[in-house]
Every structure is written in C-alpha cells, then in structure tokens.
C-alpha cells in the first residue's frame, strides 16, 4: 500500500482518480457535492454525456482519451448500462467547416469507423463520419463509482474546504488531488471559467448518438435507463441559470436537421430543460504536480471524455515521484 492521499472533489474527476488511486493507496474524497446531489455548483451531474473524442487534441490529451475510452468501453461490456448507465451506441458526427476526415487521430481508436459519402450528408455539411461511442448518464454513473468506491474502503467527506493545508490537517495526507472543477477558481486559480450549457432531456426511443460540430453545433444523446435523449447544445458566456425559451426551438431545428427530422413531433412545453456550466480554464486542461498537489481541472465540456485518462496521468504522476524519493 503507497501513502494515503486526499482528493479535492467528487465529480467524474475526482471519482475517477480514486478508482485508480484507491487499488495502491487509502483514499479520502473530500467534496461539498456528491454523487445524487444537484444544484448548479459543480458539473458532473448535468452533462449528456457522450463519449466524442476532442479532434485538436495534443499527444498527450489524446493519450488520456483514449486511456479513458478503454475504461468505458470495458465498463460497458461487463456491467449491465441500466445498473453503471455506461452504453455502446452507433455514432454519426458531422462537420460543416472540416474535410479531413482522412487524418483525424481517433481513426483508429473508435471501432468500426467508416467515412460517410458526401450523398449521406446533410445539407450544409462538409463531411461526416460514423463509428460506435459510448453514452454515459451521469444519474447512474456517479452513483455507482461512489458505491464501488465504497465498497473499497474509499472514505467521503462532505465538507467545503478553502485551502490545502485545511485538507491536510483534516486527513492528515500529504498528497492532495485538486479535482474541484468550476470550484478550482475559489481555490485560488483565476483562470477557472464556467462555461454555460443548456439541452433539454426527451422522451424518445431514439437509440443513436448524433453530432453536428463547427458552425451548428449540436448532439443527441439516448441516455441509458432513462427512457429518452438529451439533445443540445450551446456554449456561451452568460452566466444566469435561466432556460432560454428561443434557444429551445433552435436547438431542436438543429436536431431534426442531422437525424432526417426524427424529432418533427416534439412539443417543447413537455421536455425537462437543464441549464449548468462546464468547468472551463484559459489554456485548457490542466493536469500537473506542484510539489504535494496534483491539480486536475479544467476539462470544460470533455470531463467524461478525459476522466480516467486524467486518472491514469494523475497515478503516474504520484508514483514518478514516489520511485525518486
Ligand atoms: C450541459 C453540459 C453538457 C456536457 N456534456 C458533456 C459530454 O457530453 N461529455 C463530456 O465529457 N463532458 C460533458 N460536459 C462536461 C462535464 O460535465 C465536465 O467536464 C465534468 O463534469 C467535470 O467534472 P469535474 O469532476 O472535473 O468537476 P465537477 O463535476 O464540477 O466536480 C467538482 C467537485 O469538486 C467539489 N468542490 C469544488 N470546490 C470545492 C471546495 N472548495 N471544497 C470541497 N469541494 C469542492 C464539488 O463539490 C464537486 O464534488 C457537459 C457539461 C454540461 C454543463
Ligand atoms: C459509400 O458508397 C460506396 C459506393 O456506393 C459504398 O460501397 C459504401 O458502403 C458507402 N459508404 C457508406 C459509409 O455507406
Ligand atoms: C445552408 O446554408 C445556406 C447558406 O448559408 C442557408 O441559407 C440555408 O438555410 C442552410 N440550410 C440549412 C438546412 O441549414
């Protein structure tokens, strides 16, 4: 067993941090949200959330990607999506300012990726293709981490913390993970931005994964065990929680572009709105050790995408220094 270490956070990040850190190490998660809790402070609970590999991706972002992929894809095959929420579904993204589908890295990370003809576009798009993903609904997927987490001996806390050192005093650890999303800006980094989104959840038996990125951008996604989809999105800097009515129409025009109009009979008063906001950071993910602190924050819209990739750096960054001590 490696030392004990505290983790600053309960959502994806941090939840996936301690599933790699709790196989070597007793882990302490100290967090004012957890699993099952909403409110507008933290944004875990409120992502769609799709498995879409980040196209302008450094080597080192799609290394953790595809670490992360590998996770899901095999959480997927050994648990059933209505107990972990985590499901394999078809994909089809398109792209309305992008033709160079030929190169793109996830190539061969995704399984059965293929390049759409031009005729199977939809009007305005440049290219397209298809492959199969994975959909994760965050309702099931926290949950079921903190249980096994649980299970394993991980202890939770719920508490707001301001500083390092009142974590250190509290759990007695040296080494902190700072897996505190949107809250890493209380913490002191002001480069932290929430980001605002807004989807609608439908009640559909639509059953596929549907993107459209560049000018329109836009997503459908059959959330596991909810009997429905959430579709999306837009990014912006607004900064109420309002449901913005306008926007509703607009993003299901979106939709019904790029699924053949599959959503032509929706009626907008019946469908559950979400507005949150993503942890965003001027200059991207941030996934570094500062002497005893890890920092893993500022994944914006692709904390999913990123989760256990973002562990797996984190372990090697805690261990690298463990070997040279
Ligand atoms: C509308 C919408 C759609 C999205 N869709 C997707 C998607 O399809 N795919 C995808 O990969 N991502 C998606 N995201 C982004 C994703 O939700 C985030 O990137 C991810 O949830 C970030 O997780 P996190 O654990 O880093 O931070 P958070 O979920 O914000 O968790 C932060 C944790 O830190 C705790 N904390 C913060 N400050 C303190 C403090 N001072 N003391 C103690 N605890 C503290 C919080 O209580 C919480 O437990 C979406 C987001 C939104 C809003
Ligand atoms: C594209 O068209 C070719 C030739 O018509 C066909 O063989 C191929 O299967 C098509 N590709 C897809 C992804 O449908
Ligand atoms: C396609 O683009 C043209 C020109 O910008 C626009 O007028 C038209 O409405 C677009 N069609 C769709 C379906 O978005």
Redesign the pocket.
């Given at each position: 067993m490696g030392e004990p270490i505290a983790i600053i956070g309960a959502g994806i990040t941090g939840l996936a941090a301690a599933m790699v850190l709790s196989l070597d190490h007793k882990v302490t998660i100290i967090a004012r949200d957890h699993p099952g809790d909403l409110g507008l402070a933290w944004a875990s609970p409120w992502a769609g959330a799709i498995y879409h590999p980040q196209k302008d991706a450094s080597a080192s972002e799609q290394k953790m990607q595809r670490a992360s992929f590998q996770y899901y894809w095999n959480l997927a095959h050994r648990e059933d999506s209505s107990k972990s929420g985590v499901l394999i579904l078809p994909m089809t993204e398109y792209f309305d300012d992008w033709t160079d589908e030929q190169s793109i890295w996830y190539r061969d990370l995704m399984p059965n990726y293929q390049i759409l003809n031009k005729s199977e576009l939809?009007?305005?798009c440049t290219s397209g293709v298809k492959y199969a993903s994975i959909s994760m609904n965050p309702v099931l997927l926290l949950p079921y981490l903190m249980q096994k987490l649980e299970v394993r001996g991980v202890k939770f806390v719920r508490k707001e913390v301001m500083s390092y050192e009142e974590v250190r005093h509290l759990t007695g650890t040296r080494i902190v993970v700072n897996a505190s999303g949107v809250g890493a800006k209380a913490l002191g980094d002001l480069s932290v931005k929430p980001i605002r989104g807004q989807t609608m959840f439908v009640k559909t038996k639509f059953n596929e994964l549907v993107m459209r990125e560049g000018s329109?951008y836009t997503y459908v996604i059959p959330r596991a065990g909810s009997g429905g989809v959430i579709m999306g999105g837009i990014k912006s800097d607004r900064m109420d929680a309002e449901v913005d009515v306008e926007l509703k129409s607009d993003i299901l025009r979106r939709v019904n572009?790029i699924t053949n109009n599959a959503f032509d009979e929706i009626d907008l008063e019946t469908v559950s709105d979400i507005v949150a906001f993503r942890p965003g950071r001027d200059g991207g993910l941030r996934v570094e050790r500062n002497g005893d602190v890890v920092h893993a924050y500022g994944a914006a819209g692709a904390g999913y995408i990123y989760s256990f990739g973002v562990a797996a750096r984190v372990q090697e960054l805690i261990e690298q220094t463990r070997a040279r001590l």
């Amino acid at each position: 067993m490696g030392e004990p270490i505290a983790i600053i956070g309960a959502g994806i990040t941090g939840l996936a941090a301690a599933m790699v850190l709790s196989l070597d190490h007793k882990v302490t998660i100290i967090a004012r949200d957890h699993p099952g809790d909403l409110g507008l402070a933290w944004a875990s609970p409120w992502a769609g959330a799709i498995y879409h590999p980040q196209k302008d991706a450094s080597a080192s972002e799609q290394k953790m990607q595809r670490a992360s992929f590998q996770y899901y894809w095999n959480l997927a095959h050994r648990e059933d999506s209505s107990k972990s929420g985590v499901l394999i579904l078809p994909m089809t993204e398109y792209f309305d300012d992008w033709t160079d589908e030929q190169s793109i890295w996830y190539r061969d990370l995704m399984p059965n990726y293929q390049i759409l003809n031009k005729s199977e576009l939809p009007e305005n798009c440049t290219s397209g293709v298809k492959y199969a993903s994975i959909s994760m609904n965050p309702v099931l997927l926290l949950p079921y981490l903190m249980q096994k987490l649980e299970v394993r001996g991980v202890k939770f806390v719920r508490k707001e913390v301001m500083s390092y050192e009142e974590v250190r005093h509290l759990t007695g650890t040296r080494i902190v993970v700072n897996a505190s999303g949107v809250g890493a800006k209380a913490l002191g980094d002001l480069s932290v931005k929430p980001i605002r989104g807004q989807t609608m959840f439908v009640k559909t038996k639509f059953n596929e994964l549907v993107m459209r990125e560049g000018s329109e951008y836009t997503y459908v996604i059959p959330r596991a065990g909810s009997g429905g989809v959430i579709m999306g999105g837009i990014k912006s800097d607004r900064m109420d929680a309002e449901v913005d009515v306008e926007l509703k129409s607009d993003i299901l025009r979106r939709v019904n572009r790029i699924t053949n109009n599959a959503f032509d009979e929706i009626d907008l008063e019946t469908v559950s709105d979400i507005v949150a906001f993503r942890p965003g950071r001027d200059g991207g993910l941030r996934v570094e050790r500062n002497g005893d602190v890890v920092h893993a924050y500022g994944a914006a819209g692709a904390g999913y995408i990123y989760s256990f990739g973002v562990a797996a750096r984190v372990q090697e960054l805690i261990e690298q220094t463990r070997a040279r001590l």
